[in-house]
């Protein structure tokens, strides 16, 4: 499965913009997706997932309340719908697809680790 992330770019505080990763493949509703992010400066972290169904989501505690992630299964895309936005949301945003087939846990879907492939990110900035 190859990744296709867009929709970024400069935005407001309070912007919204809607995040968009394209898979390609047949498997694609086999595997749980991820949104996480990369800070200048700072490590990647995890910012929601959802599972392979799209009945299980999980959200980092930063973006909970304002960042909403949902799946098409039969458009192989994912989304991470934005909302008001701060400076510090300012970072490259990585879709990525699990490791695993079927298996979904709220614990495990945090982890970096439990993915294997990745987008090659869109780049979102918050002005001030």
């Known amino acids: 499965v190859q990744l296709q992330a867009s929709g970024g770019g400069l935005v407001q505080t309070g912007g919204y913009p809607r995040l968009s990763c394209a898979a390609s493949?047949?498997?694609?509703?086999?595997?749980?997706m991820g949104w996480f992010r990369q800070a200048p400066g700072k490590e990647r972290e995890f910012v929601a997932a959802?599972?392979?169904?799209?009945?299980?989501?999980e959200y980092a505690d930063s973006v909970k309340g304002r960042f909403t992630i949902s799946r098409d299964n039969a458009k192989n895309t994912v989304i991470l719908q934005t909302n008001g936005l701060k400076p510090e949301d300012t970072a490259v945003y990585y879709c990525?697809?699990?490791?695993?087939?079927?298996?979904?846990?709220?614990?495990?879907?945090?982890?970096?680790?439990?993915?294997?492939?990745w987008g090659q990110g869109t780049l979102v900035t918050v002005s001030s």
């Open positions: 990525a697809k699990s490791r695993s087939t079927y298996y979904y846990t709220p614990e495990t879907v945090r982890s970096q680790y439990d993915y294997d492939s």
């Open positions: 959802i599972s392979y169904t799209g009945r299980g989501t």
């Open positions: 493949g047949r498997t694609f509703d086999m595997y749980n």
